[in-house]
Nanobody, 118 residues
Framework: QVQLVESGGGLVQAGGSLRLSCAAS????????MGWYRQAPGKQRELVAS???????NSADSVKGRFTISRDNAKNTVHLQMNSLKPEDTAVYYC????????????WGQGTQVTVSS
């Protein structure tokens, strides 16, 4: 059983920064991709940013230049540095770990609330 524990959410004013962390219960090298998704009220869950086991990153256009995803392999942790936050970034942020290939297996954290006030 894989556990993903998120931390770092909270309330911040527009223009501020937050750093989310996701600690995995096993080596993050066992996952092909790790990422952050978010879901705002009344909207579908969307990919924010992802990082592969090889270190390649991908991010949504809406956060490019503001959010950075990184990984600390020694601590089995993935971070999402969020700068220049906007009210539209308000959502529950979920950590995801995925095994891909012949089959796909997704693991999710419990979510952490990020609220950006205007």
């Amino acid at each position: 059983q894989v556990q993903l524990v998120e931390s770092g959410g909270g309330l911040v004013q527009a223009g501020g920064s937050l750093r989310l962390s996701c600690a995995a219960s096993r080596s993050i090298f066992s996952f092909n991709t790790m990422g952050w998704y978010r879901q705002a009220p009344g909207k579908q869950r969307e990919l924010v940013a992802s990082i592969t086991s090889g270190g390649s990153t991908n991010s949504a256009d809406s956060v490019k230049g503001r959010f950075t995803i990184s990984r600390d392999n020694a601590k089995n942790t993935v971070h999402l540095q969020m700068n220049s936050l906007k009210p539209e970034d308000t959502a529950v942020y979920y950590c995801n770990a995925a095994v891909t290939g012949y089959y796909r297996a997704d693991y999710w954290g419990q979510g952490t609330q990020v609220t950006v006030s205007s």
